[in-house]
């Protein structure tokens, strides 16, 4: 059901959603989601082919490393153009509270879907995911040089990191703990946290697919699940609101 169009989209000058061109299904998801908002009306709205690499690089995995260096471009982009910026992943769905919300007059990092480990101290917890952030133009500025510095080895590590047990030195975090890195090493941007959409199920593309994704009729039936899932999410969303 359309809810009318989100005012929220309008105080980013751009937006971009990060896709790999193979994930039709993804794509086609997205879509749903882009009309059932109303940001299919935004002045400058477009689709990122999501870089793909074989090698990991200072990563985990290649898809770790793609999904990085994706995001790293569009900040790049902006931060060139001056521009703020929307990044989606698209298996972001946006709940219901996406039409009411409205952005602070001040602001420069925002979150509109995370999971947090410190729900109580959202500014100092980590929070995963990056599947629905924007950037002012000047967060955008510092984010790009940010990001960019810490794939040189050499760059310190943010300090917490160094207590964690398995920290690896070697290993940069992805792209949502990396931004963690960045909040924390600029305190002086204004984040703002409001929980108005979650990454839908869908198979990944980050790290090794599960059986029930590898083989064929297995996958068929696994994304009719998903598709079944996400109705039934929809439904109980409507009924809460």
């Known amino acids: 059901m359309f809810l009318g169009v989100a005012v929220l989209f309008d105080k980013f000058d751009r937006v971009r959603i990060v896709s ?5 299904d993804r794509r086609s998801e997205m879509n749903e989601e ?31 490393n793609g999904c990085y260096h994706s995001h790293l471009d569009i900040l790049r982009e902006a931060a060139r153009d001056k521009k703020s910026v929307l990044i989606l992943q698209d298996d972001c769905d946006f709940l219901p509270e996406v039409h009411q919300y409205e952005l602070p007059s001040e602001w420069d990092i925002f979150y509109g879907g995370y999971e947090a480990s410190n729900p109580n101290d959202l500014h100092n917890s980590d929070i995963i995911g990056a599947h629905f952030m924007g950037f002012s133009s000047r967060a955008a500025i510092k984010a790009e040089k940010y990001l960019t510095a ?3 080895l050499n760059t310190p590590s943010d300090p917490s990191a160094l207590l964690a047990e398995n920290f690896n030195p070697k290993i940069r975090p992805p792209i949502d703990g ?64």
Not at 20 to 24: A, C, E, Q, T
Not at 216 to 229: E, F, G, T, W
């Open 20 to 24: 790999l061109k193979s994930r039709s």
């Open 34 to 64: 882009i009309f059932r908002v109303g940001l299919d009306k935004h002045g400058d709205i477009r689709y990122y082919d999501a870089i793909v690499t074989p090698f990991s690089g200072c990563f985990r995995s290649p898809g770790s």
């Open 150 to 152: 810490i794939l040189d």
């Open 178 to 241: 990396s931004l963690v890195w960045f909040r924390k090493a600029h305190p002086e941007l204004k984040t703002v946290f409001h929980m108005l959409g979650y990454q839908r199920a869908s198979r990944t593309d980050l790290g090794g697919a599960k059986v029930f994704d590898r083989v064929p009729v297995i996958r068929n039936l696994s994304s009719m699940a998903r598709s079944q899932k996400r109705k039934w999410e929809r439904k109980s969303l409507a009924a809460k609101k």
